[in-house]
């Protein structure tokens, strides 16, 4: 039976990847589907995730098994019920509940992460299931803007008005950035730099056989189509959670490793001009770079005005739904919660990454199993280079990411809860 709920939390979380290009864009536009159908169609995910925990649930109360929770848990439930109450306060109580539905589904990726039994050949099977999906990810989103161009893209779906979201690419620039299966370029960034601080160590030092011999190829895909999606918070995030890296491994290995990964960059930026790009962001002639620092500035006078925010569901890119044009946003998913639930939301969701990463922390300084430290310390450096990113994006409102990064920090306690009670 645990093999079963393994296997099914596991390609709910790979269908959370594909979701956006298959339920979004490609089946409705295929198939000619209605909006309602196709909104309605949409509610797989939320299915899936409900089915999986409520199993979950019953099946350990069933062995008689212990529910784990973690001091975090604690205060996603004081988070979730502070903004409940902005809920039921809100003048629209539907947008508080889609809000609050959009900010918090990924925290059941967690839970299940926590409660699902694994073995080190569970850990193995799941990241060759990464890789391969990754794999194929990467390989599509890299023909995209190489091969196929804007009007294939139109023809699945994307865009509108017979043109490309302006996301799809950098003003004043000429490449059509990579998207894949995700709904923009910088969530497709935000999950294939996890992939690699996930598969790169564990290929480096662990025992697991994680591979096979296409590895190391599979891998320069992922890591050209990471350059193609020309995500600048994507590679700031990349690059801190590889120091992070750095530190705690201390192996030259691992400098092997930004060696390749500037060759990499190198070869890609000679096909793409991103040189150029980058030179623009560093003297601040783009004007995406300088529009970041004008919203920043504007979101602090904002936070002012409003240190209790707004309301659930009020502020971010999914607060179109309701709102349409005249959404409040931010570019910082932490500037997106302070909008809706204020100095407090923040203060409980910036307590939540802090022990997540401390419990995390705990067990790459206790455990006694090496792969289990190594596993510990790349699913820290996902959660870094996410938070990273945050800084940047408003991608806290996707679920395909957080998903990943809370679903792995589960993995990575309970792991260690197991080990930790089986040395007791």
């Not at 092997?256 to 990499?264: D, E, L, P, S, T």
Request: net charge positive.
């Amino acid at each position: 039976m645990n093999q079963k709920f393994n296997m099914a939390a596991n390609m709910t979380l790979i269908g959370l990847f594909f979701h956006t290009f298959v339920v979004v864009h490609f089946l409705p536009h295929l198939l000619g589907l209605s909006q309602s159908f196709a909104s309605f169609l949409a509610l797989w995910k939320e299915a899936a995730l409900l089915l999986l925990a409520v199993g979950i649930v019953f099946n350990r109360i069933k062995s008689k098994q212990r529910i784990i929770l973690t001091r975090s848990s604690l205060l996603i439930l004081l988070y979730f019920l502070y903004a409940l109450f902005y809920v039921f306060v809100a003048d629209n109580q539907t947008i508080g509940f889609y809000g609050l539905r959009n900010e918090f589904e990924y925290y059941c990726m967690f839970f299940i992460g926590c409660n699902l039994n694994r073995e080190a050949k569970d850990i193995e099977k799941f990241l060759k299931l990464i890789l391969y999906s990754a794999t194929g990810i990467a390989v599509w989103g890299i023909l995209q803007p190489l091969f196929f161009g804007e009007t294939f893209m139109l023809h699945l779906g994307y865009g509108s008005g017979g043109r490309l979201s302006p996301s799809f690419y950098i003003t004043n620039y000429f490449f059509q950035r990579a998207v894949s299966t995700f709904g923009s370029p910088n969530e497709l960034a935000a999950f294939l730099m996890i992939v690699m601080l996930l598969l790169i160590p564990c290929k480096l030092y662990a025992r697991m056989k994680v591979t096979s011999a296409l590895f190391y190829p599979c891998v320069a895909l992922i890591g050209c189509c990471f350059m193609y999606t020309l995500s600048r918070s994507g590679w700031v995030g990349f690059f801190v959670a590889l120091l992070y890296l750095a530190y705690e491994l201390r192996n030259r290995k691992i400098y092997y490793f930004f060696f390749a990964m500037i060759v990499i960059g190198a070869i890609t930026a000679t096909f793409t001009g991103v040189i150029e790009y980058l030179m623009r962001t560093i003297t601040m002639e783009d004007s995406s770079a300088i529009r970041h620092l004008e919203v920043y500035s504007e979101s602090l006078k904002f936070m002012l005005q409003h240190p209790l925010g707004i309301g659930i569901g009020m502020a971010g890119p999914k607060s179109q739904v309701f709102l349409k044009d005249k959404y409040l946003n931010s570019e910082s998913s932490y500037f997106v919660v302070m909008y809706e639930t204020g100095l407090v939301g923040i203060s409980l969701l910036l307590g939540i990454f802090a022990t997540i990463i401390m419990d995390l922390k705990k067990y790459v300084m206790t455990t006694r199993d090496a792969d289990d430290r190594l596993f510990s310390i790349t699913v820290i450096a996902s959660f870094i280079a996410v938070l990273v990113q945050y800084l940047f994006l408003p991608t806290i409102q996707e679920l395909a990411i957080p998903s990943f990064v809370y679903y792995l920090s589960g993995m990575a306690i309970r792991l260690n809860h197991d080990r930790s009670h089986a040395h007791a």
